[in-house]
């Protein structure tokens, strides 16, 4: 099967790439097509590679940063699977594995950009400053959403799959109308997963964003599941490879690779905010944990692949580049490692007194201002409660 | 097997059953085959009949429905599995202006003899998108039949019906009671579409009920029962077709009527259920018709608000009591 093949290829692609960096250019034209697409910066042994289209300069001070974010949404992601096992929070989709593609996207984006996620995107919304109790808090079922879009620039969480593409689409066509196009201006990123691909509104949203030149990226990365359904459920072809139908460039960049996330969505972002249009990015990367805290994944897949994925861990390859490179002490190691225990046990301490909100509060924000019918329900509402209140008193 | 089964467990019985008589009998999904749904609602049946007639789809309700619709023209009996009856609302458009459609629109020469089920209904947290009750959406659609059992034999003898029926059938099964058990049904079961059931005989009050709200109403009644009143509670399995016909005979013995539904109170089906006994059997009633539904509001994540967005026993409690008073 043409499709397993290529996952297979592009699995094994890290002892191809381990070569490339001590040899020429030629080296790349003798992968297979899918491989020779893959763009990398970091190999999963830390070792520094070159592309000629994305080079990247980037200071020690800067990939200590990407290091930092890393390691603390691993942990803010780990504090969170185990809360909700002790039964804190209701479920939790985890971004295990997926950190680099998060980061490294997350870290491309300008202060006025506009970030649209889905239910997993809990390193973007590090980068983008939200405070990691918001996303606790949706989790946990004390708020009914999370947050205000606006402060950050990123929206709500979306878990209809797919619907985000058309909404970051009008939005980026907003920004269109609004003239914030230009060297300084504006672009939106949408993230979805491979699954999300087979849905209409998604291939929609592309047909939308090309012929209006809308800027706007389109991240997805490619974890090679959706839920229990393997990629070969949706796609014949490399994911990436479809933007060309719609008119627009793809690009496949090595997901668990920080660096070739920054270096291509920024290449992309800067493109779309300079009038260039839109960009597909497919980020290959792997879910290495559950769907969700609810899923079973030893019911449909092979643990042997997770092992095979573990070697290209997202966060060892950044630490082996760090001390190849001599560019850090071994203790900043552990002085990063203590600052994400520090926000580990902040968010744990945070969820366990996060109050219920109150329950008359379930009639607010159903319309800009209250209807008569709401305001009778609401009515009717406090009046049943107090019944209980009496009833109290009178034991 | 066993005498108690689990309202899950019954979906998967109930699928099984119909595709071992019936080889035309396929099933279509996300999810649905190695891992067995994300309900479980079909655990065992890609390991009993394989990837032929246990599809996994990609993730597209459009294609799901939309093909099932083409799939059942050639003489296939497509059940098609929309994960969250929320989702419904991606695949409309099949729904409401192609499939029920059909029939009519070729003068009965075509007919699309296809089931859509699908996981209704709050009360597990899951949020504004997630957990609506979605029932009286359908109920809208002339065309369509509307089928929410209750209990585990129900889900195995509607299921059978459902897929026999050369109609298109919604089949909403309700994600509060898959854990429920119940006694299992004998073989051959089938409980015709369009017959209520008498879940609890009563001479006070009559409490017309469907899927989460029966056993809501058979606890409202049983806490009624210590104070001597006897509930009728009538469970209505399905909405297309109504059976009106046992609604008013159990009103013409109580005088009292009671329609406890978990969509919102705005166009929820009890209104079409109170217009009829209102139409039909004003003369039978000593009192108002009552509703308790859901609040007009989007069902929250927080457990403590939607706990008291849907009825709860407590609430059809202070509403039986106080059409008892009146
Ligand atoms: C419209 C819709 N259909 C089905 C679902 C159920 N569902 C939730 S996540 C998921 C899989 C998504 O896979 P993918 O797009 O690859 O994203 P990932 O979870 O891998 O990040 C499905 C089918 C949903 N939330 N929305
Ligand atoms: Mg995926």
Known sequence: MAVKDAGQAASSQSRGARGRASRSA???????????????????????????????????????????????VRRIDFEAIALQRQGELGIWASLLGQEAAQVGSGRALGPRDMAFPTYREHGVAWCRGLDPMKLLELFRGVSHGGWDPTEHNFHLYTIVIGSQTLHATGYAMGIQRDGAVGEDGEAVIVYFGDGATSQGDVNEAFIYASVNNAPVVFFCQNNQWAI???????????????????????????????????????????????????????????????????????????????????????????????????????????????????????????????????????????????????????????????????????? | ??????????????????????????????????????????????????????????????????????????????????MFSDFLACCWDYLANEIPKMRYMTGGQVKVPLVVRTANGGGLGFGAQHSQSVENWALAVPGLKVVAPATPADVIGLLAAAIRSDDPVLFFEHKGLFASKGETAPDGHLVPLGQAAVARAGSDVTIVALASTVPLALAAADELAEGGVAAEVVDLRCLVPLDMATVLASVGKTSRLLIVEENPYQGGWGGTVASVVADEGFELLDAPIRRVAAECVPLPFADVLEDQVIPTTAKVVAALRSLLAY
């Open chain 1, 26 to 72: 030629a080296a790349v034209a003798d992968r297979p097509p899918e491989q020779a697409e893959l763009v990398q910066l970091l190999t999963p042994e830390g070792e520094r590679v070159k592309h000629p289209d994305y080079p990247l300069d980037i200071t020690a001070a800067e990939v200590k940063g990407l290091y930092r974010d890393l390691v603390i």
């Open chain 1, 228 to 395: 229990s359904e393997p990629l070969e459920r949706q796609s014949r072809v490399p994911l990436y490879q479809r933007a060309s139908g719609f008119g627009f460039p793809g690009v496949r960049v090595d997901g668990n690779d920080v660096f070739a996330c920054l270096a291509v969505t920024r290449k992309a972002m800067q493109a779309a905010r300079e009038g260039q249009g839109p960009t597909l990015i497919e980020a290959y990367t792997y879910r290495m944990g559950a769907h969700t805290t609810t899923d079973d994944p030893t019911r449909y897949r092979l643990s042997a692949e997770l092992e095979a994925w573990k070697l290209k861990d997202p966060i060892e390859r950044v630490k082996q580049y760090l001390i190849r490179t001599e560019q850090v002490e071994m203790s900043f190691f552990d002085e990063v490692d203590a600052e994400a225990a520090e926000v580990g046990g902040q968010v744990r301490a945070a969820c366990q007194t996060m109050p219920d909100p109150l329950p008359e509060s379930m009639f607010d924000d159903v319309y800009t201002s209250r209807t008569a019918q709401n305001a009778a329900e609401r009515a009717e509402f406090d009046a049943y409660l107090d019944s209980f209140v009496g009833e109290e008193a009178a034991r």
């Open chain 2, 1 to 82: 097997m066993a005498d108690v089964i689990t309202y899950r467990e019954a979906v998967s019985e109930g699928i099984a059953r119909e595709m071992r008589r019936d080889p035309s009998v396929v099933c279509l999904g996300e999810d649905i085959g190695a891992a067995g749904g994300v309900f479980k609602t079909t655990a065992g049946l890609f390991a009993e009949f394989g990837p032929d007639r246990i599809k996994d789809t990609p993730i597209s309700e459009q294609a799901i429905v939309g093909m099932a619709m083409g799939a059942a023209m050639t003489g296939v009996r497509p059940v098609a599995e929309i």
